[in-house]
C-alpha cells in the first residue's frame, strides 16, 4: 500500500470569468516514476494498485479567493473518494482506498469556487489507470473509459 | 495599476531530491494563460509580461511577478500560516493535560496499572521533532512536529509511513538574464497569505526592451532522511531556469480602445 498524492490546481480568476474548468486544471500526482502520465493537465492519468491511498489536494491560484474541491465522483467499484477536513480549518480534501486492481476508472472533479460559491466541473475526465495502460506498451490505447477486468 | 503576475511553481520534492535535479520533477504555471503565457503546467513555461507605454516610450506600468513555491507531497498551501506549529502545540497540550491527571492518579495510587499504560500510551502518541542543519553544520531541533498529510502529529512509532508532510521547496533567490539586464528587479517580500509561511519572492518588471529573457530560481528542496533512527530535514540546493516574454504596446483607453484622454461621459 502507498500513498500518493494528486494534487488539483485551479485558476481560480480564469475558471471564474469563463464560467468553466475547461484550460484551467491541471492535475499532479508524486507517483510520476511508478508510470503516471499527462501531469499538468485535466487528464491525469496516475497509476495505482489495489490498496493504494490515494489523497485529493487543492491548490487555488488565488489563496485570497474561496475554491475548495466539491466531489469527486468515481466509479464505486474503485474506489469511493469521502471528503475530510483538515483538522482546526475549514480546508477540504479527499481522501480513498483503491478497492480493486483496474485498467482505468475516469473521474470527474468539482469545485466549489468563488463567492458566493458556485459549482464548476471538469469537462475532460482525469483517470486512474493500472499496469494494463503503461506508457511505451500501446501508446494512446484505452484514451475512453474502460470496464472492470 | 500594476499588473500582477503570479507564478506557481509545483515541484515533486521527493523525486527531485533523490535524482538530484529539478528537471522533470518541477511544473510552472502563471495566471496568465490568456493573455499568452505558454506550456502551461510544464517545465517550459514562458510568462507573458505585456507592458504598456505612453506616447513618449516611457514606461506606463510596472508589471509585478510573484512565485509561489509548492511540494507535491505536502499539506495544501492554503492551510493556515502557522498550521504546522499549531497541530505541533495542540497535540503536546493533549499530551501534557492526560500525563498530568495520570501523574496525579499515580501519586494517590502508585500501583494502579492503568493509570501508568495510560501514561505510556500519552508519551507514546507524542510527536516527533526532526533535527536540521543549522548554519553552523550542527543538528538542532526543528520547531515543528512531524504531521503526516492529514495534519495530524506524526507518532514515533509512525516514522516509516509513507504520508508524512514533506517540508515544502522554498526559492532562496532568482537571479540570471532577466535580472542581468534588468528587466527584473527581484526580492523576498512577506505577506499574510499562508504560502510558505507568508514569505514569497517577487520582482517589478522593465519593459522597456521586449524580449524573451531568462531567470535562474534556486530553490532549496527537503526530503526526511533517517540518520541512526534519527528524523532529519536533509536540503539540497538546486537551480531551474525558466523564461518571460516582454512585450509592450501603447497605453489605450480600456473602455473604448482609442487614445488616453478624458472617460466618454454617458
Known amino acids: 500500500m502507498r ?7 485551479v485558476d481560480v480568476a480564469g475558471a471564474l470569468a469563463a464560467a ?32 493504494d491511498r490515494l489523497l485529493w489536494l487543492p491548490l487555488p491560484f488565488e489563496p485570497e479567493v474561496f475554491a475548495s474541491i466539491h466531489a469527486i465522483e468515481l466509479d464505486a467499484r474503485y474506489c469511493e473518494p469521502q471528503r475530510r477536513t483538515y483538522p482546526g480549518s475549514h480546508v477540504v480534501y479527499w481522501e480513498g482506498v483503491v478497492k480493486q486492481d483496474l485498467e482505468i476508472a475516469p473521474y470527474r472533479v468539482t469545485f466549489a469556487l468563488g463567492d458566493p460559491p458556485g459549482l464548476l466541473s471538469s469537462a475532460e475526465n482525469p483517470s486512474l489507470i493500472g499496469d494494463g495502460d503503461r506508457p511505451g506498451g500501446a501508446p494512446g490505447r484505452r484514451e475512453t473509459a474502460g470496464k472492470a477486468r | 495599476m ?11 520534492s521527493v523525486a527531485a531530491f533523490e535524482a538530484n535535479r529539478l528537471e522533470g520533477n518541477i511544473y510552472l504555471m502563471d495566471n496568465l494563460r490568456t493573455e499568452g503565457s505558454k506550456n502551461q503546467g510544464t517545465g517550459q513555461l514562458v510568462t507573458a509580461i505585456n507592458g504598456t507605454a505612453w506616447s513618449n516610450g516611457t514606461q506606463a506600468n510596472e508589471p509585478l511577478l510573484n512565485w509561489l513555491v509548492a511540494g ?17 502545540r495542540e497535540s503536546e497540550r493533549v499530551a501534557l493535560d492526560a500525563m498530568r491527571l495520570d501523574a496525579r492518579a499515580l501519586k494517590s495510587d502508585p500501583g ?9 500510551r500519552a508519551a507514546a502518541a507524542l510527536g516527533v521533532h526532526p533535527r536540521f542543519e543549522n548554519e553552523h553544520g550542527e543538528l538542532e531541533r526543528h520547531a515543528l512536529q512531524l504531521l503526516d498529510l492529514r495534519g495530524e502529529v506524526v507518532p514515533e512509532a509512525d516514522l516509516e509511513a509513507d504520508d508524512i508532510h514533506q517540508l515544502p521547496p522554498i526559492i532562496t533567490d532568482i537571479t540570471g538574464e532577466a535580472v542581468d539586464e534588468g528587466i527584473l528587479y527581484p526580492a523576498q517580500y512577506g505577506t499574510p497569505v499562508p504560502i510558505n509561511a507568508g514569505w514569497y519572492w517577487s520582482a517589478t518588471a522593465s519593459t522597456q526592451r521586449p524580449g524573451v529573457y531568462s531567470y535562474t530560481m534556486h530553490i532549496k528542496v527537503y526530503k526526511l532522511i533517517f540518520a541512526g ?38
Not at chain 1, 36 to 43: C, F, K, L, P, R
Not at chain 2, 2 to 12: C, H, P, S, W
Not at chain 2, 112 to 118: F, I, K, M, Q
Request: hydrophobic share 35%; net charge neutral.
Open chain 1, 3 to 9: 500513498t500518493i498524492t494528486i494534487t488539483v490546481a
Open chain 1, 20 to 51: 468553466t474548468l475547461t484550460d484551467n486544471l491541471y492535475l499532479f500526482d508524486d507517483n510520476r516514476a511508478n508510470g503516471s502520465i499527462n501531469q499538468g493537465t485535466s487528464v491525469l492519468k496516475t497509476r495505482v494498485k489495489e490498496g
Open chain 2, 2 to 12: 500594476a499588473q500582477q503576475i503570479t507564478v506557481y511553481v509545483l515541484i515533486d
Open chain 2, 72 to 88: 507535491l507531497s505536502s499539506l495544501p498551501v492554503t492551510l493556515p500560516r502557522n498550521y504546522q506549529l499549531d497541530r505541533s
Open chain 2, 112 to 120: 494502579a496499572e492503568n493509570v501508568r499504560d495510560g501514561l505510556i
Open chain 2, 229 to 266: 533512527g534519527q528524523p532529519i530535514w536533509q536540503d539540497k540546493d538546486m537551480t531551474y531556469d525558466s523564461q518571460i516574454q516582454v512585450r509592450s504596446r501603447q497605453m489605450v483607453n480600456g473602455f473604448t480602445g482609442g487614445g488616453t484622454g478624458l472617460l466618454p461621459i454617458c
